[in-house]
């Protein structure tokens, strides 16, 4: 089985930073991928972007590219997502998810950390 925990989120002004974390555990873990995932108030969850286990291919959805960047750990067991230029429209509940295809079906999921943009 596989734990994952996130942190991280709080409240940041238009325009300000954030770096989530999320620390992973578990013997299952080793081999997948791993990415974000993020639910703002009465929408769909959605993929905001994943990295494969090597770390050397990453996936962003078209409207966090070029403001989000996300890498993983030493071990590959710790998975960070830096937010940058944040939007009010970024905010939402932000859940690490690891697997096969985290991009379409992800395995495990975090239980989420909240990040709100506002004023």
């Known amino acids: 089985q596989v734990q994952l925990v996130e942190s991280g989120g709080g409240l940041v002004q238009p325009g300000g930073s954030l770096r989530l974390s999320c620390a992973a555990s578990?013997?299952?873990?080793?081999?997948?991928?791993m990415g974000w995932f993020r639910q703002a108030p009465g929408k769909e969850r959605e993929f905001v972007a994943a990295?494969?286990?090597?770390?050397?291919?990453?996936d962003y959805r078209d409207s966090v590219k070029g403001r989000f960047t996300i890498s993983r750990g030493y071990a590959s067991s710790t998975l960070y997502l830096q937010m940058n230029s944040l939007k009010p429209e970024d905010a939402a509940v932000y859940y690490c998810?690891?697997?096969?295809?985290?991009?379409?079906?992800?395995?495990?999921w975090g239980q989420g950390t909240q990040v709100t943009v506002s004023s």
């Open positions: 998810v690891a697997g096969v295809n985290v991009r379409t079906l992800p395995t495990f």
């Open positions: 578990g013997r299952e873990i080793g081999g997948y991928s």
């Open positions: 990295i494969s286990w090597s770390g050397g291919i990453t």
